[in-house]
């Protein structure tokens, strides 16, 4: 009696799917830059829209997943054009949608210049909130005004001195002080 032994491979191949639910709406995207020297991982980091000359990004925590979650404020030195609104920065969402409509070749206020920017404070202000001088600015017109008037009075002290000296034996400028006020000009 012979015992043959026969060997059955059965292959067996699962096929199937996995999934994980999780609710969107909790998860914030950060798309500002991440600070210099940071290690974490944030792959939507600096993706933001703010026009980098004159403004950064601030994160909006708890909007979710959704693009245009910051604020462009203006960096120091700069300020927002518009100096009557309570809101002083651009909104991301809004500068997200002009970004998309220049993308797509339609008209947008996003390439054009002093839109989304601040405008620079003026000479010698670190900080400002609108364009108005920190330091004093000069009237040269009522300067130079003063300039001439102060070299016509000097140019004409040299006369009143030798008037003075040729009619000092006068009786009247003999008692008066003329003479010594003319002494005190020079």
């Known amino acids: ?99 998309e409509k220049l993308m797509l070749g339609e008209h947008s206020q996003y390439s054009m210049d002093g839109v989304f920017e601040c405008l620079p404070c003026a000479e010698g202000c670190e900080y400002c909130e609108n364009g108005s001088p920190c330091v004093v600015s000069l009237n040269w017109l009522m300067r130079t005004a003063l300039l001439i008037l102060e070299c016509c009075v000097i140019a004409c002290l040299p006369v009143v001195i030798l008037f003075t000296w040729k009619y000092g034996n006068v009786k009247t400028f003999k008692h008066s002080y003329t003479l010594a006020y003319a002494y005190a000009y020079f």
């Open 1 to 99: 009696m012979e015992i043959r032994l026969f060997t059955i491979m059965i292959v067996v191949i699962a096929l199937g799917t996995s999934g994980i639910d999780i609710d969107l709406r909790r998860v914030d995207i950060d798309q500002c830059p991440l600070p210099p020297g940071s290690l974490q991982l944030n792959i939507f980091a600096a993706s933001d829209k703010c026009k980098k000359r004159t403004t950064e990004c601030i994160a909006i925590p708890g909007l979710g997943f959704r693009r245009g979650s910051y604020r462009c404020i203006c960096k120091r030195g700069f300020y927002y054009p518009d100096i009557k609104s309570t809101e002083r920065y651009y909104n991301g969402t809004v500068v997200e949608e002009e970004f």
